[in-house]
């Protein structure tokens, strides 16, 4: 089976704008995670989604949002982007995101914002 | 809110040199993963634990569950320079594919 891809791998951006990832999870998986990877505050959990729902939630401002479509695809968006936003931001899926199911992550999209 | 503590944050040893990095919480967790970032790359699954005093191997790595549920560790004997990288333990109870992460715990491995 394909792994977790996401596109696009790096992106630089400019305070201001907005900017929409993308991250395909592995075949039959319906779980997908966002995280966001800093030197500063490590991996942190951005949000999850299920079957199109948002399932639960971290602790980021609303100009982080997602979605996820009935292929299990998901979507993340940033508006109004700030310097802090350069991360590497990572997805991962699994079956159903039960207690105890391996994520499986992607390589990453690289967001630098400028 | 939930938190798990890692440390130390970095570690230097020279190859063959032995290595753990430990994993604490405040609170009883309900099963502890690890993974692995290599430089430039992404989280990869190593193991989980779910039992207290649950101990188990994969060749030189040996992971430790506390009896409390409340801390665990990774033991790396005999390190090689293919070990470089960040191990990262994470908890996971939310039953929505939420893990809370630790710091993480950067190897270096002089060879």
């Known amino acids: 089976k394909a792994g977790v891809t996401q596109t696009p791998r790096y992106l630089i951006k400019t305070r201001g704008q907005q900017v929409t990832l993308s991250c395909s999870p592995i075949?039959?998986?319906?779980?997908v995670s966002w995280y966001q990877q800093t030197p500063g505050q490590g991996l942190q959990f951005l949000f999850e989604?299920?079957?199109?729902?948002?399932?639960n939630k971290g602790n980021f401002p609303g100009r982080f949002s997602g979605r996820q479509f009935s292929n299990s695809r998901s979507e993340m968006n940033v508006s109004t982007l700030e310097l802090g936003d350069s991360a590497l931001y990572l997805c991962?899926?699994?079956?159903?995101?039960?207690?105890?199911?391996?994520?499986?992550f992607g390589p990453g999209t690289r967001l630098l914002v400028l | 809110g939930q938190q798990v503590m890692q440390i130390p944050q970095y570690q230097h040893v020279q190859e063959g040199e032995d290595f753990t990095t430990y994993c604490n919480s405040s609170?009883?967790?309900?099963?502890i993963q690890w993974y692995k970032q290599r430089p430039g790359g992404h989280p990869v699954f190593l193991i989980q634990?779910?039992?207290?005093?649950e101990v188990k191997k994969q060749k030189r790595l040996t992971f430790q569950f506390g009896e409390a549920k409340k801390n665990s560790s990774l033991h790396i004997t005999a390190t090689q320079t293919t070990d470089v990288g960040t191990y990262f333990c994470?908890?996971?109870?939310?039953?929505?594919?939420?893990?809370?992460f630790g710091q993480g715990t950067t190897l270096q491995v002089k060879p």
């Open positions: 991962a899926s699994s079956l159903v995101g039960d207690t105890g199911e391996t994520q499986y």
């Open positions: 075949s039959g998986h319906r779980s």
């Open positions: 989604y299920f079957s199109e729902t948002q399932r």
């Open positions: 609170t009883t967790l309900s099963n």
């Open positions: 634990l779910v039992k207290s005093g």
């Open positions: 994470a908890e996971d109870s939310s039953n929505t594919g939420k893990l809370i």
